[in-house]
């Protein structure tokens, strides 16, 4: 046995003998390592690109042909990859640096973006490496395996990374010329590096002559017909924002002037409670799906005596609740052209015009409520920021009642009621937000327990069981929600005080992809969701589509519907309407809305004054609303300069 062993040894031995004599036979040869070096900064981040696709599961067989269909557009995002990849070989002189480096990266790129893709329907945008730390908490709701293709991505690149280790460009004497020659080897490719960036994809000049197709509003088209790499550098221009078209001082200057003309406005000052649901729309519009009772009777109920109908939301199924928020409390339209960014992490600053703060002049105290992580989306900054006194967070509630993975609506509506009973015996007025969770997705077959799914489908079809507990899980939280509006609005229906109640959904619901992730949530949707059959524009409309109600306890209202609503315009409607005291620029965004053809712009639509919706956006209807995004520039780049004075 010794004797097998040690001759087993001896053979291991030799074979690495071996491999380090070949290794230094070919290092040796330094004409042949450069050529192998070069051919790998060429060839690299070709095939990464096309492992990247094979994780976001396009078929091996049509890879290479989607690539050469979109040569000129492709080279966009390639040349920039090998300029990377040759100067980290510079760097380092050894190309399975870069290799680990951008292999690691691409992987988790394209597994992220396979992933958002399934879930939101967005490709990753630069401006998601600004959320990676809101990225990981909301990750933990997901499911999100690390599927086969994704092996097999780490595999294949982990196999040319072991590959280029024997590559070792000489080394280079230390001499004045030969540290000269790296130096400035390195810094050429770094300037070609930033100019193809500033010259070619940041310019309209420099794309189209790589034929790149910029699809406005339609992102995910983008990226996909000009390959995703091209689309992703592409994008990370939107991290760079210019200045509103038609910004001048003398614009702004108008707009003061206009502002303290109108100063504030409304005779009212009632309490004023904003409830923004999570998840929350109207899934008997789902085709081929009923249910076996009525999902929104309260809802229903409540139109007699409210204004009510359907807002456009910025955001589509699952994500930009904060965004969302962030438009409704402060009137600025969140549009990638002028705030690119995600609102909370990247503009609030301290004084930001806003309704809260606004209240807070004229002696409201202002109560947040969120029964989730506070720190989300760095709420306890921005709150501070936009005038709230308290915060409530998960931490705030005893014991509370769930449904599902998280604290139940009900529950957050009654902790709405104990925190407004406690403060009104301390203050004149009050303001309180609450921002629910019971309904965040994904929701999946398991999101209930079988004794709490008390909604049924009428006839399950062509549903297979998971895809029923889906459907049916989504329907029994919606009806869980229309019982808790209803509960809030029959407290304050009661009170002697004068009250008004605004609430509105952020998005859609994100139903889950059942435990096969390669075979994804879309041919579940083809089946189920409520834009099958539809027109594409048809189509965005309903998947941004998400209700919205303004009661009040002293007041009927005028009118039983303003339409099409976008986020930005939601309370300086609802406050007019109610004769609310409100802000100069809520009734100017009201003044321009009514003398111009544009009502609002929620990210891909117009909706306009005759209420009709204009999707995609025509370049005439934004230059409807350039005062408008002149306004947006100066509060939040120039920090509310000239028009602090008339602001409120």
Not at 155 to 168: Q, Y
Request: hydrophobic share 45%.
């Amino acid at each position: 046995m010794k004797d097998f062993v040690k001759k087993i040894f001896i053979k291991f031995r030799g074979f690495f003998v071996n491999i380090r004599k070949r290794l230094e036979e070919f290092r040796a040869q330094p004409k042949r390592v450069i050529i192998w070096a070069v051919v790998s900064v060429f060839l690299v981040p070709f095939l990464y690109m096309a492992i990247s696709e094979y994780i976001k599961l396009r078929p091996v067989l049509t890879i290479f042909r989607y690539f050469f269909e979109r040569l000129p557009q492709m080279l966009i995002g390639y040349i920039p990859l090998v300029l990377l990849f040759g100067l980290i070989t510079l760097m380092t002189r050894r190309p399975w640096i870069p290799a680990l480096i951008i292999g690691v990266i691409n992987v988790l790129l394209s597994y992220a973006n396979y992933y958002k893709m399934l879930y939101l329907d967005t490709p990753i945008l630069a401006a998601d490496f600004s959320l990676i730390g809101e990225a990981a908490i909301i990750t933990e709701q997901y499911k999100a395996p690390f599927y086969l293709h994704a092996w097999a991505g780490v595999l294949m690149t982990l196999f040319i990374v072991f590959a280029l280790i024997p590559i070792r460009l000489p080394k280079f004497k230390v001499t004045i010329k030969e540290l000269l020659y790296r130096v400035t080897s390195c810094l050429a490719v770094a300037t070609l590096f930033v100019v193809f960036f500033s010259g070619v994809i940041y310019t309209r000049e420099g794309r189209d002559a790589f034929k790149y197709e910029s699809i406005p509003f339609r992102i995910e088209y983008e990226y996909e017909v000009n390959t995703f790499y091209s689309g992703l550098f592409a994008n990370t221009k939107t991290l760079f924002t210019g200045k509103a078209d038609g910004y001048s001082a003398e614009a702004v200057d108008e707009i003061a002037a206009e502002l303290a003309a109108i100063g504030t406005v409304g005779q009212k000052k009632p309490d004023v409670i904003v409830v923004l649901v999570e998840s929350w729309e109207f899934m008997e519009e789902y085709e081929d799906v009923t249910f076996s009772q009525n999902l929104h009777p309260n809802y229903d109920r409540l139109k007699e005596e409210s204004i009510t109908g359907t807002m456009l939301s910025s955001s589509t199924r699952g994500k930009g609740t904060a965004n969302v928020e962030f438009e409704v409390l402060t009137g600025l339209s969140k549009d990638d052209d002028i705030l690119p960014l995600t609102a909370y992490n990247s503009y609030v600053y301290d004084g930001m015009p806003c309704y809260p703060g606004f209240l807070a002049e004229h002696g409201y105290t202002n109560y947040a409520i969120h029964p989730f992580h506070y720190e989300l989306y760095n709420r306890p900054n921005v709150y501070a920021a936009f005038g709230f006194d308290h915060l409530y967070s998960e931490n705030d509630f005893v014991n509370p009642k769930r449904f599902g993975p998280f604290i139940s609506d009900e529950e957050a509506v009654n902790k709405t009621i104990e925190v407004y009973e406690s403060a009104v015996q301390e203050n004149d007025r009050v303001f309180i937000q609450l921002i629910t969770m019971q309904n965040h997705g994904p929701i999946g077959p398991d999101t209930l327990p079988a004794h709490q799914r008390t909604v049924k489908l009428d006839d399950p079809g062509s549903f297979s069981g998971d895809e029923i507990d889906i459907l049916e899980n989504a329907a029994t939280l919606m009806l869980k929600t229309d019982e808790a509006i209803g509960d809030l609005v029959d407290y304050f229906r009661e009170s002697e005080r004068d009250v008004i109640i605004v609430v509105y959904g952020d998005h859609q619901f994100i139903l889950s992809p059942l435990e096969d992730a390669e075979a994804g949530l879309p041919e579940m949707l083809a089946r189920t969701d409520f834009y099958k059959n539809n027109s594409e524009y048809d189509a965005a409309i309903k998947t941004h589509s998400t209700p919205y109600l303004m009661w009040s306890n002293y007041q009927l209202p005028s009118v039983d519907s303003h339409g099409y609503l976008a986020p930005s315009i939601m309370l300086p409607i609802a406050l007019a309407e109610f004769d609310v005291i409100r802000p100069a620029y809520f009734q100017w965004l009201l003044n321009e809305s009514a003398s111009s053809e544009v009502k609002a712009r929620s990210a891909n639509f117009v909706i306009r004054s005759d209420g009709t919706v204009e999707y995609p956006v025509r370049s005439i209807s934004v230059e409807y609303l350039s005062r408008r995004n002149i306004l947006t520039y100066q509060i939040v780049y120039k920090k509310n300069e000239v028009l602090s004075n008339y602001i409120y």
